[in-house]
């Protein structure tokens, strides 16, 4: 019998996260060691008892046998959350490709050490009379900090600390003074860094309509009977989604366990969380990348020590370490921003998927433009499709107008808006209603070009063309590279040099000059750098303190404002014209998504959808909102194109300092694959240089891989990261792989 070793990482911290120990596992303990299991291990030149996890086990050492040491004993009834993330990264290795170490830094709960936050007291230790004499010493010797604070707790039973030193000005060392002479004694608590707001935990519940109980009703019968299916719950905009989740999550609590619900952007947290603190109170907590990093441990400790049972917040929350999870809500499940953009590059809605069967819990996938992948998922009876296809509490679906702006060039309209929503946006304005107005490109142009000699100014560490904003400055949305607007042309000194194109910049301004009493607010990646931007912007909107709402795509997902009756969605052609296979249908969702904000209230709602392809597809059913004729029509190009879901694609990616060294590495990759016997099996297109060929320096070049099954790509991945361990001259060239990504490279 071959010998086996374990790959063991000492406690769970972010430094330990860094270096792996091997130990042979002895025959006694074979059956029991596994990855993920936690175990004891001698340890340093005391050979000291520490706990560990197995993440790793082979037959081969990779040190000298004589130094290696052996497991003491497995630790049975010490399986905890850590154990099971460690599975959970072994799976992301295996799925996605990555090194172990990068899929645990993705799933470990608490990723670097964070001093716990203290609250503390002060109060005296001695008698009044002790206190007096005290005092008199103090004064006598001219101790005025000592006596000062003395005299201060003489008159009250208890200081706080911040008290003491910000309005007595009493420093550290003489508090620490004190309480080391037993004068005064210092009460320690410690105390959560909470990122959660106010709301108004009334515990009120609607009434659910007889879809949203249809719904309700088979996830609880399934549940019920220990049956944890992945549901994909489509609804259309406005069908109350929400009230299905939270009726589903109590259920789950009932039942004594706990949920995680996924949303796509920070800026959907405000309302989300909202409503979900009036339903659940203090049980909810959040988690997103503005939280510090003091909110974020104090967060995952709270999830860790059961005191919150609902965790709210992006991808990253999907790794809170709750101990008996037993639902996992995946909201706008279609979003690209589930998918990871470092590696490894997983995709959020397949770890849930992944996580519930480990946990034996329920996955519910929610959107009202489901993703092609999921919907086929749905038809195959991989997942349950639970179907919403009308609006809750009556509302009806706002009416959607399709205006060509080559008809609006024609009359002479050389505005941003065409004459209908100029005319629509005047009457909401007028009626005192709300409106919102879509771009999907921040910045107020989309670049700088010379009218001379035609050069564009473009970034000197990526392949593309610098943004132009209102301030002046020229910024690289890639690498944040940004200089000032030149006078002059770079390349031939003429003067004839402007910004072309728009952005939301622009269109706030636009908006202003066209309707100068309008009160607007803009929202962005540039207005919501801040902290808690996101939230003031979208409540100062909510009450009603602007009527015109401009931005991105992050203002047209999920948000709910009753006084909204005009969308306007600027240039819908920007996602349709991207090099991405998955253009139509992420214009058919942004576009369907952007009209749901219109008509939520007692109004009805008015959409104008400008464009310049006003008879494309995803067009005309996003008009319709008829999700049914986009899928199917969208699916028979991808059957024909041979693109996901039909088949599988694997991007090998390729980035190099020397644009020569890393084709020809792209070159070395695909003459591997064709050596394989099963070659056939594969479609190849490329290498060639990616849609941006330099970003930060590095050049990148991409060969795309397509396969019927999923697991013929990992079998290929796993090939090619072996061939590339034997070639280590080439370390200074990265390969990556991403499996069906969301956008072309």
Known sequence: MCDLYADIIIDISHEALDRIFQYQVPSFLREKVCVGARVTVPFGAGNHKRSGYVIGLSNTPSIAVNQIKEICEVQEEQMVVEGHFIKLAAWIKQQYGSTMIDALKVVMPIKEKVNSKEQ??????????????????????KYTKKAKLLEALMNTPSLSYEQAVKELDIGKSTIDAMEKQQVIAVKRQEVYRTPIFEAD?????CTLNEEQQKAVDRFTS??????????????????????????????VLK?????????PEISLTYQTVKRFVSRFGNRVSIMNSKLSKGERYDQFMRAKRGEVDIMIGPRSALFTPFSNLGLIIVDEEHEGSYKSDSMPKYHAREVAIQRGKMVKASVVLGSATPSIESYTNAQLQNYVLLTLKNRAKEAVLPKVYVEDLREELKKGNRTMFSERLRRLISEALEGGQQIMLFMNRRGYSSFVSCRSCGSVIKCPHCDVSLTYHQSGE????????????????PDCNSKFIGAFGTGTQKLEEAVKKEFPKARVLRMDFDTTRKKHSYEEILSSFSKGEADVLVGTQMIVKGHDFPKVTVVGIMVADMS?????FRSSERTFQLLTQAAGRAGRGELAGNVVIQTYQPNHYSILAAKAQDYESFYQQELSYRQLLRYPPIYQMMVIFVAS????????????LKEKILSLENSKDYCLVGPSVATIGRIKD?????LYVKHLEYEGLTFLKDYLELELEKEKENKKIKVYFDFNPMGMY
Request: aromatic share 8%; glycine share 6%.
């Open 120 to 141: 503390k007291h002060l109060s005296l230790l001695v008698e009044d009379s002790k206190a007096k004499e005290l005092l008199f010493q103090y004064q006598q010797k």
């Open 201 to 205: 935990a009334s515990k009120t519940k």
């Open 222 to 251: 399934d549940y019920s009977k220990k049956q944890y299916e992945t549901y994909l719950l489509h609804g259309v905009t406005g069908s109350g989604k929400t009230e299905v989740y939270m009726e589903m999550i109590e259920h």
């Open 255 to 263: 039942e004594g366990r706990q949920a995680i619900v996924l949303i």
């Open 474 to 489: 020229l910024k690289c949305h890639y690498c944040g590279f940004s200089r000032r607007t030149p006078k002059t042309c």
């Open 576 to 580: 349709l014209n991207t090099n991405d």
């Open 657 to 668: 300092s020397e644009q020569e060294e890393g084709m020809k590495m792209a070159m070395n």
């Open 698 to 702: 590095i050049y990148r070049h991409v």
